[in-house]
């Protein structure tokens, strides 16, 4: 043997030949049993099998007792191929039910094996029901909720969540127990009950301190921060997730950059800052096909003003998320929901709208609810609102305003507020956003050549020149003043209006004459004096009174009639600015929605200003 080869295999894993020869009483299956629970490494075989002198058989034993070392959704190879060797000898059904719950679990990262895991459960299910063994059940139960995760089965996903608690109990298994607790939590948080998920986390929280479990107090810690995120407490969600990312660490979670990742992302997408995180979502779906990062970073792609790219993602995944399934799922669907509301295909508004319609008056909840992104209705309100379907967006809107303020999740509330629009929405939502900290951001209406280019938050769009964009961006120059449609009839070709034909009384009538008057004396003094710069002068100025004087005036010198001119200009200048609106909300139904609201038409037109600046 060489020198290199000695040290590789000094410091390297053993192959299993090598195990075999370190551990020469054990059988053969025993050896790759072993092998595959510790990839090989010297120390962890020796002392792995110390523990298997028992009268069991080692191959079962060592598939049940392997803690999964890899990151949620992570397929474990090795301990896959463990536990299929172990559910392919004979046991008791007892143990038969706890081999088979556990290969479903680990088979959650598989998106391809939904049927086989279904199959595992339902018999491991049976098994435990059979046995009767508290323990066995709670510990199956708890299996088949990470294998199915289906997220239509809150209700009984909350129901089975507490059948472990009491079967746990009675068996003393604490770790069980806590998971029981958990997934109550994590019901509760898709029901939108979260005052009564905060006390089941408390719960769980204090089982863990009881028990010393270092990685309960990181599971609490971020599902704090959720909560804090939720509600709009975001220094606190800070603070928590800083002590998620030492805690986790310290305890070596495999999981904590990832979970840190998604509370710092959460944060992002509610400040607009979220761009920085498309390109790791993109290298977690290369690592995770199958879970739909893609769809995440559509929606980021979306709300930072790539919806071209996001579009596209749209079109990709659209296929694969709606035949999908598992813990981030829901959280996807929401993602090309959104996506698809700001410019999407009509067949993808309607078939994620058919996704989502039977999980209206919930909430949008990521695996573990390690990441809540709003009211299901909120999504339905925004694909009917692009499908123009206005009433039903309505009803939406409305119920997650009220679930919003129902929670007090504050920054929800001011998203769902701006969508809706009503009197008096978008001026709360300012408010709201202000007080939070999240601020407006700069929406933008510009002539480009000959078309509109709209820039709208995460809406975007192309307008052919019209009458009614230029008054409309007359408007929104001035937010909260008031302007006349004469005004804007007068000069709705910029921003800059020329001033309307003077309307004379009698008085004012007289007071040009008399001026025009004093002009032709002017001007016959001049001619006497040979002053010619003075005739130039008041030439000049008797030309232009002229002028105004015709403006003002109707045939034969007749005052004109103002009611009649701002009567034309109220009809006209509304006709063309509501037609403006109704050509914005075909391309950017928020931005058309939020105008809509906001600006008010008839003699004196004014925009009333919202959580955005209009750059014009």
């Keep these: 043997m060489s020198g290199d080869q000695g040290e590789r295999r000094h410091t390297g894993p053993l192959t299993e030949p090598e195990l075999a020869a370190l551990l020469p009483d054990l059988t053969r299956d025993a050896i790759h049993a072993l092998w595959l629970a510790t990839g090989g490494w010297r120390e962890r075989a020796l002392a792995l ?29 090795a301990l896959i191929r463990l536990l299929e060797s172990a559910a392919a000898r004979p046991m008791p059904p007892a143990t038969r039910a706890r081999v088979l719950a556990r290969l ?22 049976a098994l435990a029901r059979t046995v009767g063994d508290p323990g066995v059940t709670a510990e199956v139960l708890d299996g088949r909720l990470h294998a199915l995760w289906d997220p239509a ?23 069980v127990e ?66 998620v990312a030492e805690q986790g660490r310290r305890a070596g979670l495999a999981d904590t950059d990832r979970l840190v990742a998604s509370l710092t992302g959460q944060l992002a997408l509610l400040r607009g ?32 003003g790539r919806l071209d790219e996001a579009l596209l993602e749209l079109d990709r995944l659209l296929p694969a998320v709606l035949a999908g399934g598992g813990p981030r799922w829901l959280g996807a669907v929401a993602d090309l929901a959104l996506v698809a509301s700001l410019g999407g295909s009509g067949a993808a508004v309607r078939s994620l709208s058919a996704a989502l319609r039977p999980y209206a008056g919930r909430l949008v909840v990521w695996g ?124 709705g070709a910029g921003l800059r209006t020329r001033a309307p034909d003077p309307v004379l009384d009698d008085a004012g009538r007289a007071a040009f004459r008399r001026r025009l008057a004093e002009l032709d004396s002017g001007l016959a003094a001049a001619d006497r004096a040979g002053d010619a710069d003075a005739a130039t002068r008041l030439t000049a100025e008797r030309s232009a009174l002229l002028d105004e004087l015709r403006r003002a005036t109707g045939l034969g010198g007749r005052g004109r009639r103002p009611s009649a001119e701002a009567e034309r200009a109220r009809v006209s200048v509304t006709r063309a600015v509501r037609t403006a609106i109704e050509r914005i909300e075909a391309v950017a139904p928020l931005a058309g929605a939020h105008l809509r609201a906001s600006v008010r038409t008839g003699a004196m037109l004014r925009y009333q200003p919202g959580p955005v600046r209009w750059r014009v």
């Design 368 to 491: 573990g609810a390690n990441m809540v992104t709003g009211p299901v209705d909120e999504y339905l309100g925004r694909l009917a609102a692009r499908a123009g379907e206005h009433a039903a967006a309505a009803e939406h809107f409305d119920r997650a305003v009220a679930l919003s303020e129902r929670l007090g999740a504050l920054p929800w509330l001011a998203s769902a507020l701006e969508a809706r629009a009503r009197d008096g929405d978008v001026a709360r939502a300012q408010d709201i956003r202000r007080r939070l900290g999240l601020g407006g951001s700069e929406w933008v209406l510009v002539l480009q050549g000959a078309d509109w280019r709209l820039a709208a938050g995460s809406e975007s769009g192309r307008l052919r020149d019209s009458v009614g964009l230029h008054h409309l961006r007359a408007l929104l120059a001035a937010p909260g003043e008031e302007i006349a449609a004469l005004d804007l009839a007068a000069g």
């Design 104 to 125: 479903a679990r680990e088979l959650l990262g598989d998106p391809s094996a939904a049927a086989r895991r279904r199959e595992l459960v339902d018999e491991a299910v």
């Design 273 to 304: 800052t979220a761009e920085p995180h498309i390109a790791p979502l993109l290298t977690l779906a290369r690592r995770l096909p199958g879970h739909f990062y893609e769809a995440t970073a559509a929606r980021v792609m979306a709300v930072s």
């Design 178 to 243: 806590r998971q029981g607790l958990f997934w109550r939590f994590i019901a509760l948080v898709e029901q939108g009950e979260l005052d009564a998920a905060e006390a089941a986390l408390i719960a769980y929280a204090r089982a863990g301190e009881l028990d010393g479990d270092p990685s309960a107090a990181v599971v609490v810690r971020a599902r704090q921060a959720v909560l804090a995120t939720v509600r709009g407490r975001f220094a606190g969600a800070e603070a928590l997730t800083a002590e």
């Design 153 to 175: 089965a809150a209700a009984e996903r909350l129901e089975v969540a507490s059948e472990i608690v009491v079967y746990a109990r009675a068996a003393g298994d604490a770790a």
């Design 49 to 77: 099998a110390a523990t298997l002198s028992g009268p069991g058989d080692p191959v079962v034993e060592l598939a049940l007792g392997t803690a999964p070392p890899g990151e949620f959704l992570v397929l474990d190879m």
